[in-house]
């Protein structure tokens, strides 16, 4: 049944806000989990659709899975798998589950995962991840639209990505762990989630050093294995982000509580260009305004650079701050998909290209839109917020990938969102 949001206008959001574990570290840990026969729980996982989509892949690979007594966590027993074909039903809902195929085929010596399609956010290929394989020795086929990556042994190589992608750099990660001798990632992502991931595996007898460096160093070992391991799932730096813009949007003052204040630091950094005020505390960080912000130029980049996450949302903020913004998206071809939705609320925004040229206006108006992503999704909430008038999205579901219940985080801090059944 679909479901969207109906957004009443309700001037300044605040209050305080528990930030949840990251689903962009949360999915990789799930494949990661595959690599070994030993039970592993994994905390603060928060609860999004996109880890259920990741969950059910995981199972329907023979792995079992159990909620472990305290909310937001849970144990993965990948002892027996039972099968090493994703099927294309699963992949197709979620891109991430490609990352299964570095854990089977360094455990099982076998992957078969289908390719992921088109997405709405670019074609996002997969060509990083494979090189990868091969570099380790895999053999590679592709046939009737699935992967088949074999190899009796991998062994450990030096290999240099064209780009830090952050998947290709989990996987290939992944890979490694299990391999004969070293293996060196270079030129490879940086995000805070690569680091939670290489913990995780440490943490289960790995050999990594050098996370979060262009440079990662593996040193294989024959088995990863490791009794009560416990996992905390790093805070979502993506999900904080978004409060800190709705906090600058509504005008308001919000602090938020379990984020990590440097893995925030660009968003912060461009907030206080903005006008936007930005405080740390031991116990979070506080953002107010009390102000008209104003216009600012912003590129996406790999990490530490300014995230493509954070892009869509960020734009609501330019479309109502004075003056003319320059927004260049240099990580995926194709991610203004808000675009359109935020002009039919009265922003004036063009796309040149690569870039979007947003002259701010003074005020949004409510109307009917849709969410075409995870991202573009929240970006229309946000507006929706500081809009004069009611807005209607639908495609909500797309919100519910990445966000715990966004509507009901938002209306504990004054927000009007009422979620209805279509
Ligand atoms: C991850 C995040 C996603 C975020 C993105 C960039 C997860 C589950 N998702 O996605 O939220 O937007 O990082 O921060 O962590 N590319 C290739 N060949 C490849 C792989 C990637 O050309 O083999 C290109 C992509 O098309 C894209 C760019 O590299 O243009 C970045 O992609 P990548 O860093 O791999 O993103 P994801 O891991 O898919």
Redesign the pocket.
Known sequence: MAEKFIVTPCGALRGSIEIGGA??AV??VLAAALLTEQPCTLQNVPSLSDVESMRVLIESLGAKTRAAGEKGSITIDASDVTSLEASYELVGKL??SFLVMGPLLARFGQAKVPLPGGCAI?????????KGFAALGADIDHSHGFVTATANTLKGAKIYLD??????T?NIMMAAVLAEGQTVLENC?I?P?IVDLANFLNSIGGKIRGAGTDTIKIEGVPRLHSQNIKHSIIPDRIEAGTFMVAAAITRGDVTLTNVLADHVKPVTAKLKEVNVSVEESDDGIRVFCDTDTKAADLKTL??PGF???MQAQFMSLLATAGGTSVITET???NRFMQVGELKRMGAEIKIESRSAIIEGVKNLTGTQVAASDLRAGAALVLAALRAEGITEITGIHHIDRGYDRLDLQLNQLGADIKRIIE
């Open positions: 689903k962009n999915l990789p891109r991430a670019g074609s996002r290929p997969v060509d990083l991840h494979l780009f830090p992608s952050v998947g290709a989990e992502a995000e989630e790999p990490y995230p493509t996450d990580v995926f071809e």
